[in-house]
């Protein structure tokens, strides 16, 4: 397991961007395969995008595709997700996830072995 730390999030309004940072403890940050996910007040944790250990194959959500873009820079052990035109739907807890078994693991959230603590993404209407 590696240790996820995220950053970025907070408050801004409908229309608006914000970017997330989650940073890994170790070198071997490489070998995993990253994603987002988020949780809305009552709602089940979702899925939102996938990019896999290399960076050139990613996934999204039908409900962020074309606004969310997630990255990774492996030289800084840290991967992004790049949120534009914001919604309020868009409002959740946001977690980074990670797993060295590669993209089909992290895609199934309950198989991951590594998680960051959540960062609040609140959009305004």
């Known amino acids: 397991q590696v240790q996820l730390v995220q950053s970025g999030g907070g408050l801004v309004q409908a229309g608006g961007s914000l970017r997330l940072s989650c940073a890994a403890s170790r070198r071997t940050f490489s070998s995993y395969a990253m994603g987002w996910f988020r949780q809305a007040p009552g709602k089940e944790r979702e899925f939102v995008a996938v990019?896999?250990?290399?960076?050139?194959?990613?996934n999204y959500a039908d409900s962020v595709k074309g606004r969310f873009t997630i990255s990774r820079d492996n030289t800084k052990n840290t991967v992004y997700l790049q949120m534009n035109s914001l919604k309020p739907e868009d409002t959740a807890v946001y977690y980074c996830?990670?797993?060295?078994?590669?993209?089909?693991?992290?895609?199934?959230?309950?198989?991951?072995?590594?998680w960051g603590r959540g960062t609040q993404v609140t959009v305004s209407s």
């Open positions: 990019i896999n250990r290399s960076g050139d194959i990613t």
């Open positions: 996830a990670g797993d060295p078994a590669g993209l089909n693991v992290v895609l199934d959230q309950r198989r991951v072995s590594s």
